[in-house]
């Protein structure tokens, strides 16, 4: 059965040195034989500010991030899914997008994220994404990849369950959701119970790549990459963010802490179809709307 691999790393405001941390999860990937990787959101980089955003926005033609990575996947015919940002039309705000680079190194597809995290959490995180994210206004239907039909989501995305939904109903096998999920939000228990959830409630894989541990002095993300098939089962997941105090300088691309690494699972659609023949959802849209 073909294995999907869903990496995390330590994202830092540089470009250069997130794509030196993606090109050793690309070798881990290709080291245990997985036939497509999976990166967080945000993998080019993890901004301090809305300002530093803004000054590192590139087109994803002008990106070097993302043309690495294009090499890369030419290199090894390794599709790759990766969260990133891109410029907004207009404003002084930017496009938390991610794109999916197929094994020839081509930007195919791309989804642009619907729910923007705005957040005041009283000893908690205090986040007002929109200040410099512009949001999506569209779902990218789901498409082919060599392990089944994928459907684009991100990060806070998944704490919907409608997106999901209709990515299902659109014929989606597998979701993704790279993120950068927050350590409190993430120690609750809201990462593995949606994710869960969404997984259980489509009969989907859900692949959620994620940012882990410290990004800058404030800035620190949960980890626990994740993949889960449709019966809800975890098929991989890596490591949570070490309780190492902030050491923003020297710590990245630092894999000895177990934080930069990639989990993997067997993607086997004979599964998820045993799951819809035994258990078929049927909704009652004479009841109440369909999504
Ligand atoms: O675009 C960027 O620069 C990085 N983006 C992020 O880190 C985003 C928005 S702040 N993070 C989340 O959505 C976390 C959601 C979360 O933690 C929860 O739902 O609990």
Redesign the pocket.
């Known amino acids: 059965m073909p294995l999907a691999a869903a990496g995390q790393f330590r994202a830092t405001a540089s470009l250069a040195q997130n794509l030196t941390s993606c090109r050793s999860l690309i070798a881990k990937t290709i080291a245990a034989g997985a036939k497509i990787l999976f990166l967080p959101?945000?993998s080019d980089?993890?901004?301090a500010s809305a300002a530093e955003?803004l000054k590192l926005v590139r087109s994803i033609a002008a990106n070097e991030f993302v043309l690495g990575l294009q090499q890369a996947a030419r290199e090894h015919a390794l599709p790759i899914c990766v969260?990133i940002?891109e410029p907004a039309e207009r404003g002084e705000r930017?496009r938390?997008t991610c794109v999916y680079i197929d094994e020839a190194g081509v930007v195919r597809h791309r989804y642009q994220?619907l729910?923007?995290?705005d957040?005041e959490i009283e000893n908690g995180?205090i986040?007002?994404?929109s200040r410099?994210?512009e949001p999506g206004t569209s779902i990218t239907p789901p498409f082919d990849t060599p392990l089944g039909k994928l459907g684009m989501l991100?990060?806070?995305?998944?704490?919907f369950p409608e997106p999901s939904l209709h990515h299902r109903r659109k014929g989606a096998q597998l979701l993704s959701y790279p993120?950068?999920?927050?350590v409190?939000?993430?120690t609750?228990g809201?990462?593995h119970t949606?994710l869960r959830a969404r997984a259980i409630e489509t009969q989907s894989y859900v692949i959620a790549p994620a940012?882990v541990g410290w990004h800058n002095e404030k800035?620190r993300?949960?980890g626990h990459s994740i993949i889960i098939n449709p019966w809800g089962e975890v098929l991989g997941e890596c490591a949570g963010a070490s309780d190492d105090p902030i050491n923003v300088a020297s710590s990245n691309n630092d894999s000895s802490n177990g934080e930069e690494d990639i989990c993997v699972g067997e993607i086997d659609l004979g599964v998820l179809e045993r799951v819809r023949r035994e258990m078929p959802l049927l909704r009652r849209t004479d009841v109440y709307a369909e999504i």
């Open positions: 959101e945000a980089y993890l901004p955003s969260g940002h930017v938390n994220k729910h923007l995290f957040v995180p986040l007002m994404e410099s994210v991100i990060c806070f995305d998944l704490r993120s950068a999920f927050t409190p939000t993430g609750a809201h990462w949606l940012l800035r993300s949960y």
